[in-house]
């Protein structure tokens, strides 16, 4: 069971140098921990490989202590590639289905699917994502309606910090969902929102403060 909530800044500078960041943070997760880094934290939009990210990833699942859990965002296959990971391997993937045309997005990688925004099950949890500049849209909020977790890798613009973290602290409430939020690159931001919009670093999960929130509410 998921017990505790987890965003993380890489602070190495050099893809080799993040990959092996990221290896020591999997390693360091305990079962119940779901950490989150920001999109595409290791590379940026430089492409590393096909190879270069399947040897990553089996290290990290290799890293990985059972019940703990990890999510980034690469490039791979051409995508923008969202991956949950546990010591069993993929738990779940999804692929940027809005890209950020002013820094040429989708010339760089290519448009995910729609129907790739959707609720995921790990161990009994709701858990959604939205991946940056997808945060923007409304309507891709309700695909989430039920989630649980909400995961919110970005890569944000740093004149833009109040949208990112209004934007996130308002998923919250609206999905009444813990809205789980790193950023990386430009603006250096992580944060965990509560289902009462209460914000911190690193919290607890409490799947009954959900069902709390809605009755105080009196939300049908």
């Not at 990386?184 to 289902?195: A, E, G, N, Q, W």
């Amino acid at each position: 069971m998921i017990s505790n909530l987890i965003a993380y800044n890489l602070n190495s500078i050099g893809a080799i140098n993040r990959a092996s960041e990221l290896c020591s943070l999997a390693g360091s997760l305990d079962s119940g921990d779901l950490a989150l880094c920001s999109e595409l934290c290791v590379s940026g939009y430089e492409s590393l490989g096909g190879e270069f990210e399947r040897d990553l990833e089996r290290n990290l699942i290799s890293s990985l202590k059972n019940g703990a859990y990890l999510g980034f965002s690469r490039i791979y296959n051409g995508y923008n590639e969202f991956i949950c990971l546990s010591s069993k391997g993929a738990e779940f993937k999804q692929n940027k289905y809005k890209l950020f045309k002013p820094n040429n997005e989708d010339k760089i990688t290519l448009k995910g699917n729609l129907n790739d925004i959707k609720i995921h099950h790990i161990n009994g949890v709701k858990i959604g994502v939205l991946i940056c500049f997808e945060l923007r849209f409304i309507e891709l909020w309700t695909r989430l309606m039920g989630a649980e977790i909400i995961l919110v890798p970005a890569m944000w613009g740093k004149g833009r910090k109040r949208d990112y973290m209004v934007l996130c602290e308002a998923l919250a409430l609206q999905n009444r969902a813990y809205v789980v939020a790193c950023s990386d690159m430009d603006l250096k931001f992580r944060s965990i929102f509560t289902p009462s919009g209460k914000r911190g670093e690193n919290m607890k999960f409490d799947i009954n403060l959900i069902d709390k929130f809605k009755n105080w509410i009196n939300y049908g």
